[in-house]
């Protein structure tokens, strides 16, 4: 059973969803008002935050006191490829950046509908090599993290780099990751009606919206299509209350069979990205449990 501070969010998330207007207002509106914690939650006063160019990509770094520099936790964060920025995720990446005790690097990737697919996961790709190469990272000294949208880029990545016989990063955390834009799983139909924030409608226009055309079952795109074998360890944290429960169920039981080290946390009743929501006991324990994950891999 979610915990009362999780019901007064997804009951507000009900209200907005009812209440939603038949045009939808325009996207700097959008952008500017995107709240996926389902109220805005401010940088800490005590967390550094610098702009940089990565490879011409806009982007952040999120230094909470006393995070080590030589470790580098990657946010990429989610909106439907069409929304969000640091104003939107911020809160939850020098969470997770503090409870790690790692840097992080933020970056502000292309998106619809000024720039479709695949312009968001170049930036993404853009951002790991100047991590690589200009900044001289080792690989096992980064680890990647997304929630819904960025989870699907950041996932398209680690096939990208394992299909390139490139080494891969240390981890990578998964939250509510959006990764089949066919939309073929079983919770899009089983789960109608369940979840606060989306329709099947709705989710479909933010694939079509993505894709502008493209092949929906290219694993760039839809990384569920793509082989694991030799993926690094992930962790999935997903809700029961979510159209795309199934995008992390069969990812994680396609990575399982693969050899893929996996730990799949399924939260009953929660929704969509709910460790945004930072004053809630099921986002706490979810920043517990990536900071325990990212600590064993990124030692």
Do not use: C
């Amino acid at each position: 059973m979610p915990s009362p501070e999780i019901q007064e969010i997804i009951a507000l998330f009900e209200q907005r969803k009812a209440n939603r207007p038949a045009s939808p207002p325009p996207i700097e509106e959008l952008r500017a008002n995107f709240l996926p914690g389902g109220k805005r939650y401010d940088m800490p006063d005590d967390v550094r935050v610098s702009e940089v160019s990565a490879a011409g990509v806009p982007s952040h770094w999120v230094d909470a006191p006393g995070v080590r520099t030589d470790r580098v936790l990657v946010y990429v964060h989610g909106g439907g490829f069409t929304l969000g920025s640091l104003a939107s995720h911020g809160d939850l990446a020098s969470r997770l950046g503090r409870a790690a005790g790692l840097r992080v690097l933020f970056p502000e990737y292309r998106m619809v509908p000024e720039h479709v697919y695949p312009a968001a996961l170049e930036d993404v790709r853009a951002v790991w090599r100047w991590l690589r190469e200009d900044q001289g990272l080792p690989a096992s000294s980064i680890a990647l993290a997304g929630d819904s949208a960025g989870g699907n880029l950041i996932t398209a990545l680690l096939l990208e780099l394992r299909d390139a016989g490139a080494d891969l990063p240390a981890a990578a955390v998964l939250l509510s990751p959006l990764l089949d834009l066919t939309g073929s799983g079983a919770s899009m139909t089983e789960r109608d009606g369940q979840d606060a924030i989306f329709t099947p409608a709705m989710l479909r226009g933010v694939f079509a919206g993505y894709l502008a055309g493209a092949d929906p079952l290219s694993p760039s795109a839809s990384p569920i299509f793509g082989d694991p074998t030799a993926l690094p360890p992930l962790l999935i944290q997903v809700g029961t209350a979510e159209l795309i429960l199934s995008d992390s169920e069969r990812f994680a039981d396609s990575a399982r069979s693969a050899g893929v080290e996996v730990t799949l946390n399924v939260g009953e009743g929660l929704p969509h990205v709910y460790q945004t929501m930072r004053d809630t006991p099921e986002a706490a324990a979810a920043t517990d449990e990536i900071a325990a994950f990212l600590h064993k891999h990124l030692a």
